[in-house]
DNA sequence: CGTCAATATCGACAGTCATCGATGTCTGCG
DNA sequence: CGCAGACATCGATGACTGTCGATATTGACG
């Protein structure tokens, strides 16, 4: 199951103040995981060259080349980001599509944001 | 000199088309830097303490306790989030005050949505 | 100057990670 | 069935990282 962030929701009434209780242990820990799986050059790339590839999706054949990787090296970092909840695998025939998950990137962003504004 | 990434701004004519080209390999070594930075739970964990304790700003005594490390890995925690960009250290005497860097943050943010999204 | 307290630095150790080549698995095709 | 190609998994290895205790540094104070 992905690591998704569960942004510890209910709304908060209305705009909580700009410094609130500092992060749980549990929530520094879910997040961590998440920023872990963006930390790598390599990572990064991989999520950008998808995201700017056509359709929205790419397979590893089309990744190999620009980031000068082995195939078993790009695979392995493409698992860490679909476990981390960042993209998704889609076998059809032969390739493995692989695409951003949509909302992803904005929720790191806005915890980001909420948790540690200041 | 702390490891700040640099949005590769020039502000991009107007809204930019939601993907363009793929992260350079330098862009997504800085910003994987700043990343490396953050993802470690206890040092969201110090950044967040930080950033809700009175005046916006702590010493290492103030943090030791919540974290429930030891003082040199406290220490050292600090640091890497200095380095980085993320904090900044003010010494008064015998103590170091740590504060957040207003817009740090947002700038980490910022470059995830818009290098990123999909 | 000598002592104490707050931090920083150092050295060591254990755990994690990025990378690779080799190999396994599965699909399409003849 | 048998082969070829795309991809995943495995095992090994070198590099990095979080943590600690010990020690150095620095400032306040008597």
Known sequence: MPTAL????EAQACCAPLVAAPISAQDAEALARTLKALADPTRLRLLSLVAAHE??????CDLTDPVGLSQPTV???????????LLTRDKRGVWA????????LD?????LDTQLRR
Chains 1, 2 share one sequence.
């Open 75 to 85: 695979s392995h970092h493409l698992k860490v980001l679909v476990d981390a909840g």
């Open 97 to 104: 599509y692989y695409a951003v998950v949509p909302g992803a």
């Open 55 to 60: 359709g929205g999706e790419a397979c590893v």
């Open 107 to 111: 929720a790191v962003a806005a915890v």
């Open 6 to 9: 569960h942004p510890t929701a």
